[in-house]
């Protein structure tokens, strides 16, 4: 599936993603391409502790609780999408890849984003928070890439999962 999508550099941070035509709710719109390794890989490839920041330019997702997919060995555009606070997409992971799929309705020229909902294993002080600024500009931002911890799954993200496993589920039965 390939959707009209525009990387050019963003209003927010760096480049960014943008939409050139209308996306419907729940459309799959790009994969998060790259390559699949370990948690225990991705730390020693770009190691977290003791940095005083985040690597600007280190683009990994979570795919599963053992399993990340690092993008910047055979990534596409999908590794230029910002983060947002009050995101339109949203990572799901399906088998192997992780595809970032429409939360809701995206009108041509919005600017995609996804919120990265960074986790740490140590408590997410005010000093680490920092370390992590979020400058996405939006209404309900929380001024942190930082998920807070046990943050509730909004309705939105629920929808989106249970839409995506229904169509899977309809594939599979043809
Ligand atoms: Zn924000």
Redesign the pocket.
């Known amino acids: 599936m390939l959707l009209s999508l525009e990387t050019r550099p963003s209003t927010r941070h760096g480049l960014g993603v943008y939409a050139t035509a209308p996306i419907r709710r729940h459309a799959l719109v790009i994969e998060y391409a790259g390559e699949v390794i370990t948690h225990a890989e991705a730390e020693r490839r770009y190691p977290t502790s003791g940095a005083a920041e985040l690597p600007e330019h280190t683009y990994v997702l979570q795919l599963d609780d053992d399993r990340v997919v690092d993008a910047n060995v055979h990534g596409n555009d999908a590794r230029f999408i910002n ?4 995101p339109n997409l949203e990572p799901i992971t399906i088998g192997d890849q992780v595809w970032l799929v429409a939360l809701r309705a995206i009108a041509a020229g919005e600017e995609l984003g996804y919120d990265y909902a960074i986790e740490l294993d140590e408590r997410h002080t005010p000093v680490l928070k920092r370390r992590f600024p ?5 209404a ?6 930082l998920r807070p911890k046990r943050a509730p799954v909004s309705a939105e993200s629920r929808a989106v999962r249970r839409a995506i496993a229904q169509q899977l589920a309809a594939l599979s039965n043809d």
Request: aromatic letters at 0%; a positive charge; proline letters at 0%.
């Open positions: 983060h947002a606070c009050d979020c400058r996405c500009g939006g309900t931002c929380r001024g942190t890439l």
